[in-house]
């Protein structure tokens, strides 16, 4: 089983923020099986990208991804109010399908 | 616009068997594989299991020996069952479909299933 590590558990900053968050393999996986999510509270997780780094229907450019192999990052270049949420990594390069622990990025 | 509805028993008493439906609306059922996926309050997600239209089901092996999915194509239709529950399956239960083998592009609404004596 591949397991997605997730750092930092939780980020604190403020709207205008630069937020890197990073995902990390215990094995390698192919780009083309890694994706992001974004969960608010109360809410249904909204992919946010795949393929490490295409973004999905509607997402904004403030977020983008990229890595490859074993290191994969989630960046969002300038926080907004509404970007205050946890976000999970996950792969389905080899079964079973997993994901990271999370990432809440809370606002200081 | 694909839709994914969702339903089933939100209480349950220890050893009972979870049942979960999931009906899409809005898109071919075949193509794609329907997945379900479990978390806990306050805690990460993790997958159960998936199906496509043939029957030709994946599951977590830490669930399989408890886990049972089935489909209904005449319906557009999907289902979970895990045996024996117990306090550690309390969850939210999602229901999803998996896009190009790779990711989750429509969720259902979620159902809290809670397991209690």
């Known amino acids: 089983e591949i397991v997605l590590t997730q750092s930092p558990g939780t980020l604190s900053s403020s709207p205008g923020e630069r937020a890197t968050l990073s995902c990390r393999a215990s094995?390698?996986?192919?780009?083309?099986?890694l994706a992001w999510y974004q969960q608010k509270p109360g809410q249904t997780p909204r992919l946010l990208i795949y393929?490490?780094?295409n973004r999905a229907t509607g997402i904004p450019d403030r977020f983008s991804g990229s890595g490859s192999g074993t290191d994969f990052t989630l960046t969002i270049s300038r926080l907004e109010p509404e970007d205050f949420a946890v976000y999970y990594c996950q792969q389905y390069g080899s079964s079973p399908l997993t994901f990271g622990g999370g990432t809440k990025v809370e606002i200081k | 616009q694909v839709q994914l509805q969702q339903w089933g028993a939100g209480l349950l008493k220890p050893s009972e068997t979870l049942s979960l439906t999931c009906a899409v609306y809005?898109?071919?059922?075949?193509?794609?594989?329907w997945n379900w996926i479990r978390q806990p309050p306050g805690r990460g997600l993790e997958w159960v299991g998936e199906?496509?239209?043939?029957?030709?089901?994946n599951y977590n092996p830490s669930l399989k020996s408890r886990v049972t999915l089935s489909v209904d194509t005449s319906k557009n239709q999907f289902s979970l069952k895990l045996t024996s529950v117990t306090a550690a399956d309390t969850a939210v239960y999602y229901c999803?479909?998996?896009?190009?083998?790779?990711?989750?592009?429509?969720w259902g609404q979620g159902t809290l299933v809670t397991v209690s004596s």
């Open positions: 999803a479909r998996l896009v190009g083998a790779a990711n989750f592009d429509y």
């Open positions: 393929g490490a780094s």
């Open positions: 199906i496509n239209h043939s029957g030709s089901t």
């Open positions: 809005g898109e071919s059922f075949s193509g794609y594989y």
């Open positions: 094995q390698s996986v192919s780009s083309t099986y």
